[in-house]
């Protein structure tokens, strides 16, 4: 009962000002945390989708689970750790220093073996760009704290079931 | 046609059967204050503080079972409003509440009497909406409207900006509202009530658990049926004491904190609670862990997410309480529990509510005695303390909204004017307001308009010169250290009462009591008030103490 799980939740809003803040602080109220959280349009102009990643105990999950369902601007939520497989990915932007080029060799040759892209390059640093789930964005950021991180920003999760598995 | 924002809003209440809005005027709702000048189909009550605005629109929906309304001005005004939406909230209770908003150039500017309403209330009402447009106004209104009475009733708020109040746009009502992301769930799974069924059938020491989802539904009826057709005792909550005759032989009394002692060993003895429209408030449960231990859990809520939040629930039943106790009532019979029922008339017959009364002192009890044998067919509205669980303790109550209080916020000064609402929404009922010394001038102000009104209100306040539920805690839990309680230098509240307007009584001594009462029966032109000074120090009980278990209540007498 008590041991506490990761779970996403995956959240289809209605796209208006203000919606972002009930879903937020129906959390902060209760003081349950938001680990990760990502919010875009989606094709449908009228609708949004929330990626959101928490945790808790099962009654805690369970009271998230029914409380985001209680929100009138909310249309559908599913809890994408129980119901099915699901495939996620994250983007991350990474800014390091590039003081010698040995160094950005170096550094050009890591982001290879994580298929990062260099979308920008300057005489002292380079952007890097890498998508991957947790595990992987994690190994790499490792890697590159070792040459000295400037700047570093991430979408947070986003996430959707698998082929054809009906939502619950 | 083109109509002012204003009036369109108007026109939309009307569209919706407003009666009465309660309000505050003030700069940012002056258009919608003058849409209403002079309107007929609706009356305006002007209220002498926006709390009591709101406190009053909740009492005229808890006693008509529609939305009430409220209105005032930006920033202050809504602030003022804030208590009376959080107590709507707590208690499930149809509201719309409709601030005026600043114009929208100046909204985030800090400008004047501006503030986030929406963002000060989204913990605290069911939905919220900021219109910054005229022709946003009607379908909101539709919305809020359908929101705010139907699943899980609760107040919806309505933040308009002044310049959307003052601009032209065609009115166009919409005839049915639809919201995709809101379909409340009304019918209960076939399979868990056919589940609950068997479970009802099996125990042998089963009871009912009623609470104020039952009024708000309607079901009071349906609840009426259940208990009958088996025979099964019932416990209603404070919020929803009428929903099952409390005159019956079958009905436990309260349960909880200040609950009857039957009620509470009943849980502690029962193998099946049936909890419909209540919540296992901790109020009622004490300590978890001792709450039924014994007991398997059928819950019928019209909200999932009241369900499990506090006690784990074997029979989940998510919809309406009158569909799903109608379907339910056809599949149970009597019960065949001889000998728990014999139990329960032994607990009940050993352990009923009791004092003890002296001749030179009034006790409040006897006091609440005395208006139940009076008025028992009124509407009873009480404020929060000592006071509201002696009325819930000695007034028999027998039908559904009949009896209101703040049981979830727990308001003082949500009386006098919840009676005020509770008097327009039943002109031909007798409405007494059972008050507190402490709780009945935190909104004394609103006697101007009962008074100005002509309303018949009887106002009885039990006045034992402390904030009494606090002092008994501090006696019990405190040593005695009777910190900010004592209330001796308040006014004398017969004097303040002439002074309103209002007729006023002060009584001193036991014998006086029934004569006070037979007076204010014949005062029909004008509020009554009787100031009936009671022993000071008398405490609640039984008492079951914060944190302890239902069977460990202490008893108070013998």
């Known amino acids: ?168 | 046609m083109e109509l002012k924002g204003a009036q369109i809003l108007v026109d939309g209440l009307k569209r919706e059967g407003v009666e009465y809005i309660f309000g505050v005027n003030g700069g940012a709702a002056m258009p919608i204050f003058d849409a209403l000048y002079g309107e007929t189909e609706i009356k305006l009550i002007p209220m002498r503080h926006e709390q009591g605005a709101s406190h009053a629109a909740d009492g005229y929906a808890r006693v008509t079972g529609k939305v009430g309304v409220a209105l005032a001005t930006s920033g202050p005004g809504a602030t003022n409003l804030v208590t009376g939406i959080a107590t709507a909230y707590m208690d499930s209770i149809p509201m719309v509440a409709i601030t005026g908003q600043v114009f929208t150039h100046y909204i985030g500017s800090d400008a004047f009497q501006e503030c986030d309403v929406i963002g000060v209330t989204r913990p605290i009402c069911k939905h919220s909406y900021l219109i910054k447009s005229s022709d946003e106004i009607a379908d909101v209104v539709a919305e809020a409207f359908h929101i705010a009475q139907t699943g899980k009733p609760g107040p919806v708020i309505i933040d308009i900006a002044k310049d959307a109040q003052n601009n032209e746009a065609l009115f166009e009502y919409p005839e049915t509202v639809d919201i995709r992301s809101y379909k409340p769930q009304v019918h209960g799974d076939p399979a868990q009530i056919a589940k609950a069924a068997a479970l009802i059938k099996e125990a042998k020491r089963p009871m009912l658990y009623a609470g104020g989802g039952v009024v708000l539904a309607n079901a009071s009826e349906e609840l009426r049926q259940l208990t009958l057709n088996t025979q099964i005792p019932i416990t209603v909550t404070l919020m929803g004491l009428g929903a099952f005759p409390e005159t019956h032989p079958l009905a436990m009394e309260m349960p909880g904190m200040h609950g009857s002692c039957c009620a509470n060993y009943a849980f502690t003895g029962s193998d099946l609670v049936i909890a419909v429209g209540a919540r296992f408030d901790d109020r009622v449960t004490g300590d978890l862990s001792k709450f039924a231990p014994n007991a398997k859990k059928i819950h019928i809520d019209i909200d999932a997410s009241c369900i499990g939040k506090n006690v784990p629930v074997d029979v989940p039943i998510v919809g309406d309480a009158k569909s799903v106790l109608t379907e339910l009532n056809k599949q149970v019979s009597t019960a065949d529990i001889d000998p728990w029922r014999d139990q329960i008339q032994e607990w009940k017959r050993k352990y009923p509510f009791e004092y003890e009364q002296k001749s030179d002192v009034v006790m409040p009890q006897y006091v609440i005695e005395k208006i139940y044998e009076h008025y028992s067919d009124a509407i009873v509205v009480a404020d929060v303390g000592q006071h509201q669980m002696w009325a819930a303790q000695y007034f028999k109550f027998t039908e559904p909204r009949q009896w209101l209080n703040s049981g979830g916020l727990g308001t003082m000064g949500f009386s006098l004017p919840a009676a005020i609402g509770a008097q327009l929404g039943c002109p031909d009922k007798t409405v007494v307001n059972i008050n507190g010394d402490g709780s009945y001038i935190m909104t004394i102000q609103e006697l101007v308009p009962a008074v100005t009104m002509q309303l018949p209100l009887k106002i009885f306040i039990i006045n034992n010169m402390y904030l009494g539920m606090v002092r008994q805690w501090q006696e019990l839990f405190h040593g005695k250290r009777y910190s900010a309680v004592d209330y001796h230098d308040n006014p004398d509240f017969a004097l303040l009462a002439q002074a309103f307007g209002a007729t006023g009584l002060r009584v001193e001594h036991p014998d006086d009591v029934e004569p006070a009462l037979q007076k204010a029966k014949g005062i029909t032109d004008g509020p009554v008030v009787i100031d009936f000074i009671v022993d000071e120090e008398e405490n609640v009980f039984p008492m079951v103490p914060a944190g302890a278990g239902l069977g460990d209540v202490i008893r108070g007498l013998s």
């Open chain 1, 1 to 168: 009962m008590n041991s506490e799980e990761r779970h996403i939740f995956s959240v289809l809003v209605e796209n208006r000002f203000g919606v972002l803040a009930r879903v937020a602080g129906l959390f902060s109220g209760r003081g349950f945390n938001i680990d990760s959280l990502n919010v875009a349009e989606t094709h449908d102009k009228s609708i949004s989708h929330i990626t959101l990643v928490t945790h808790g105990d099962a009654q805690i999950i369970d009271q998230i689970y029914q409380h985001l369902n209680r929100l009138i601007d909310v249309i559908e939520v599913t809890d994408l750790s129980t119901a099915g497989t699901h495939v996620e990915r994250e983007l991350v932007l990474i800014k390091i220093a590039t003081d010698d080029p040995q160094k950005r060799t170096e550094i050009l040759q890591v982001a290879e073996v994580f298929r990062g892209r260099v979308i920008d390059m300057k005489p002292a640093s380079i952007v890097l760009e890498i998508t991957g789930d947790e595990g992987k964005l994690k190994a790499a950021i490792d890697i590159f704290n070792t040459y000295g991180i400037l700047e570093l920003a991430r979408t947070g999760k986003i996430a959707m079931l698998r082929g054809s598995e009906k939502k619950e």
